[in-house]
């Protein structure tokens, strides 16, 4: 079917400001197809069936809005941990800034890199996960990723990696437009943690590819802050094999636009997945969307989508959240729950929840709620002497405590929590 | 001690009064029992001491040592000495037990310009003052009251109380959904906490509790005042006769 016209010039539009890499090796086949799907599809517009709670004007524009790079020095989260640290400044690596990729049963090479070297595990999943994503929803952002990713990495699991690998995107440029591009592969029984965290760029357009193999195990903790007018939109696409488990979190502060897409897989029997993500906004200026679809495919999986949005001073938060279950797909354990705390009656939350299910012996349950804070617990805390700011601020991370749960590291929750905490009392008021 | 006066107060909603001209002085060192039928207005006068919103005092006061509670916040109230034990405890998931009471008596010494706790000086105190409320490790781990027994929660408060030190307790029905072992558990963390600067109100429906927390004065509280008061005996009579003979004798 034809593209509407201003689909149509919107796409070109986009397009124009872009060019494949000049020697792309064995990706070559995978970007040429995704580019023909972006122009099958089209770039995404308001009218389109999950861009109506958020508008993708600044996914799509030529040029990014700038967004100011915040220069406030502190310790970026993780600092503490032993980790592979690899930096990327504005979507660019950075090899001094970051560790030798070097860790025992973890291959790490990086994207631009490898195109002229014949790493066939990559060849096989690079914009596979994705272009498999594309059905029954179209996301062409994502499309448009694989076509023209300048960089990333390619990192695949062949045993317990001993410490987690860190991908920091650090900000500096005001007009850094970048697309990265990551392929994760986790072989039988292995197990990775990746930690991904900082601004990234003015704008930002990043994909995720994960298999994971029968018995593997992933996981993801993400934490996205700091800038204010940054502009993000992010896709995971995962598959997951028998007896394997996905786990990711991802914490929000700040950001003019993030969507975050997962899109999850469970292809294997006895297959785990659990997405989780909290977020806390403050103003007009904060626009969070997270767009999970879960499909299950395999017998006796189970899977988790845990969402929890602060919003105050006008911020908007949006969750649509699909579980999809197979014909075949018995006993699937399906769980969704998206929840916002609105601080102020300025903020909102657009919640889209869906459950589709073609098998008869399933149990799947989801929720979504809006309300403010609960004044008698608030009181409860006051009545002991802790401060209204405090007490709220209390409120708040028992409201997002189920979502933070999700992290199996208990370091790393703590650090997490932490975190929120600290920017809860600066955006106190 | 604590000094209430010609006390009326409303629901901010409805309008509808519930205190309707209280009046009661609990000293220091003594525990003055309230007993009353349901709907008389203890819960909120307990409410209306805290600090909790959706109440308008319209008339009256009620000072702690000669202070003036009623324009206070909640917290404010809390570090001048007032403590409420509630009849339904609060569940807060994610905060835990410890965090929460390390925060509330930090925060109330802070407020009166006292120096913080430090973290080893809390721990060795809470485990002192958990150990004789049998509150073990667990539990003191634990979010705040999730999935406690209706006995834990009262324990909790009572804990909560034996660390925040008030000069004022004000407990809520605290002998409501306990067993007689719970209740007398409860009661004996009560009773070690009496002391001669130290006052309680304590608001019970039944005359039970006070077999355990044996009171100085008993008051009979209906329609929003004290329409009688007495000694311990007032106790036993309301436990035999009921409220009805008090209430005719006051019309």
């Keep these: ?429 | 001690m604590l000094e209430i006066k010609n006390l009326h107060a409303s629901l901010e909603e409805e309008g509808k009064e519930i205190l309707k001209g209280l009046t009661l002085t609990v000293e220091a060192g003594k525990v003055h029992a309230i007993m009353g039928p349901n709907g008389s207005g203890k819960s909120t006068l307990s409410y209306v001491l805290a600090g909790r919103g959706g109440y308008e005092v319209t008339d009256g006061s009620a000072t702690l040592l000669g202070q003036d509670i009623l324009g206070m916040e909640p917290e404010e109230r809390a570090a001048a000495g007032v403590f409420l034990a509630f009849q339904y405890p609060v569940e807060i998931p994610g905060v835990g037990n410890m965090t929460f009471l390390r925060t509330a008596v930090n925060a109330q010494r802070k407020a009166r310009g006292e120096e913080e706790m430090d973290a080893a000086t809390f721990l060795k105190v809470v485990r002192e003052k958990a150990k004789e409320l049998n509150i073990d490790a667990e539990m003191l781990k634990r979010p705040v009251n999730m999935g406690f027994s209706g006995g834990e929660k009262k324990r909790n408060e009572i804990l909560q109380m034996a660390m925040l030190e008030p000069r004022v307790c004000i407990l809520d029905e605290t002998d409501s959904g306990l067993d007689v072992d719970a209740m007398k558990l409860v009661a004996d963390g009560v009773n070690a906490m009496r002391s001669p600067d130290r006052g309680f109100l304590v608001i019970t429906h039944y005359q039970r509790l006070l077999d355990h927390i044996v009171p100085d004065v008993v008051h009979i509280m209906v329609d929003g005042r004290i329409i009688k008061t007495g000694g311990p005996e007032l106790a036993l009579e309301v436990e035999k006769n009921g409220y009805a003979d008090l209430i005719g004798e006051a019309a």
């Design chain 1, 1 to 429: 079917m034809a593209l509407p016209q201003a689909k149509l010039t919107a796409t070109e539009v986009r397009l124009a400001a872009l060019c494949l890499p000049s020697a792309p090796g064995w990706t070559r086949l995978a970007r040429e197809a995704a580019l023909a799907r972006v122009r099958a599809m089209g770039m995404p517009g308001r009218r389109d069936e999950y861009w109506r709670f958020t508008d993708p004007a600044d996914f799509v524009s030529a040029e990014p809005v700038p967004a100011t790079h915040h220069a406030r020095q502190k310790i970026p989260v993780f600092d503490g941990m032993d980790r592979v640290k690899l930096v990327f400044v504005d979507g660019v690596f950075d090899a001094t800034a970051s560790d030798d990729p070097a860790l025992a049963g973890v291959e790490i090479t990086r994207l631009a890199e490898a195109q002229g070297q014949d790493i066939h595990w990559a060849a096989d999943l690079y914009g596979t996960l994705e272009a498999r994503g594309q059905e029954p929803v179209d996301r062409p952002l994502a499309a448009l990723n694989t076509a023209f990713a300048t960089d990333g990495f390619l990192i695949r699991a062949t045993g317990r990696a001993e410490k987690p690998v860190n991908l920091i995107y650090r900000h500096e440029s005001d007009t850094s437009d970048a697309i990265l591009h990551h392929v994760i592969k986790i072989e039988p029984g292995a197990d990775l943690t990746v930690l991904e965290n900082g601004p990234s760029a003015a704008r930002f357009n990043k994909v995720m590819e994960v298999e994971i193999a029968d018995g593997g195990a992933f996981h993801h903790v993400r934490v996205q802050g700091r800038d204010h007018d940054r502009r993000a939109a992010t896709h995971i696409f995962a598959r997951l094999g028998r007896e394997s488990a996905f786990k990711s979190f991802t914490m929000t502060a700040n950001g003019a636009l993030t969507r975050n897409e997962c899109v999850i897989e469970l292809t294997g029997d006895d297959g785990v997945a659990h997405v989780a993500g909290a977020c806390v906004g403050d103003g007009a200026d904060f626009h969070h969307d997270d767009t999970v679809f879960v499909t299950h495919d395999a017998e006796r999986c189970e899977s988790r989508q845990v969402f929890k949005k602060v919003l105050k001073n006008g911020a908007t938060g949006v969750f649509q959240g699909k579980i999809l279950v197979q014909p075949g797909a018995q006993k699937t354990d399906g769980y969704q729950i998206s929840q916002s705390l609105l601080l102020d009656g300025d903020s909102q939350f657009l919640a889209k929840p869906e459950l589709e299910i073609y098998a008869d012996d399933v149990a799947c349950s989801h929720g979504s709620t809006s309300g403010a804070i609960d004044e008698t617990a608030l009181f409860y805390l006051r009545s002991r002497g802790v401060p209204r700011a405090e007490a709220v601020d209390m409120m708040v991370l028992s409201f997002i405590a189920e979502a933070v749960e999700e992290i199996e590291s208990e370091e790393i929750r703590e650090e997490i929590v932490e975190r929120l905490a600290q920017w809860l009392a600066r955006h106190r008021g």
